[in-house]
């Protein structure tokens, strides 16, 4: 019934390789494309062994965002079921994780700093621990956590249930899992160097001061919600800053932010209060809004994974989703970087895909060959804010 209400009639094709053979209990080395499904097809199993045997699970996130948005899964698919659960994460203050704790839960979703934290305070035991997931393992390991996962391991009871998820699986996180699982079945579901088919990806050439201006065009012309990303914390401010002087509704989130500060820009967006989300790679794992159906790299990702989380933000479950990247004449090296990854060898380039420099396969309409200007007067006649800032500090 609650998978009904979730509007959930059918699995994906990782949950349904994966959900029966995590219910007969065998470790799982799952790798499949951001957006497929996975953090159900780890639930699932979790909630059918409560239901069997009242069991403790233990699941590990590389991000706050991620630990959220597993908790807030979880809370779906139980409302029938009296499951109890707990969030550890940085950034919250410890005492409303104290008071988590002394309720005994049965699921903790946490990151694994904190997760340390509280068993070294002696506030979590995790002795009785049936069911652990790794979850989003590459990115775990991207952010130096492997010595704390090696840490929290030894707390864990040696006889345990591993289900390891990730995004892309390259030899040396195999390696590492054999610390953590035992005879895994391997499950590989599509291309892991590749985005979702139901995703648009487009390119378009530009120079730096030619972004914010392009940047505007592109947003009069689609329709839905857009998360945009950039490099810097600081970019992330500013960007929403000068479009929310052009009159978009649009909002920052990034890793200085308090916790509660992001989880209030998240529910926002996602309850679409503001349509447009400045984000920096904070957002670009684990976010999981289905109704954004654009991502605009504003600025290249550092690292040509990370491109491909980034742009599974949108095109998720199955729903269609378009990905626009800017490409300025210093992202050349970056790009070459992402077009290896995405193709793997193929002949044709991303360029060829997407039209040569100044080009591309238009989205809504035309290019605008820059005769006129990029800056169209708000319906309350102010002045462009690009033309302001060249006069100001903040530029």
Known sequence: MSLEQMNITSPTEIQREAIPIAMQGSDILASSQTGSGKTLAYLLPIVNSFIQTKSMALVLVPTRELASQVRTTLTNVTTQIKLSSAVLIGGEPMHKQFMQLKANPKVVIGTPGRIIDHLLRGTLKLNTVQLVVLDEMDRMLDMGMKEQLEEINKYIPEKRQVLMFSATMPKHIIALSQKYVINPKRITIGSTTQAASQIKQETLRVSDKEKFPELIKQLNQRDG?????????????????????????????????????????????????????????????????????????????????????????????????CALSFISPEDNI??????????????????????????????????????????????????????????????
């Open 334 to 395: 970056r790009w070459k970087a992402i077009d290896r990854l995405m193709n793997q060898g193929e002949s044709t380039s991303r360029e060829e895909m997407t039209g040569s420099k100044n080009r591309r396969r238009p989205f809504n309409g035309n290019n605008n060959n820059g005769k006129k200007s990029y800056f169209p007067r708000n319906n309350n006649g102010k002045k462009p804010y690009a033309g302001r800032a060249r006069n100001s500090k903040a530029s």
């Open 225 to 321: 919600s857009i998360i945009i990303f950039v490099k810097t914390k600081r970019g992330a401010d500013q960007l929403a800053k000068m479009l929310k002087f052009e009159d978009h509704k649009a909002e920052a989130i990034h890793g200085d932010l308090t916790q509660g500060r992001r989880d209030h820009v998240i529910a926002s967006f996602r309850s679409s209060r503001h349509r447009i989300m400045v984000a920096t790679d904070v957002a670009a794992r684990g976010l999981d809004i289905p109704h954004t159906q654009h991502v605009i790299n504003y600025d290249l990702p550092m690292s040509p994974e990370d491109y491909l989380h980034r742009i599974g933000r949108t095109g998720r479950a199955g729903l269609s989703g």
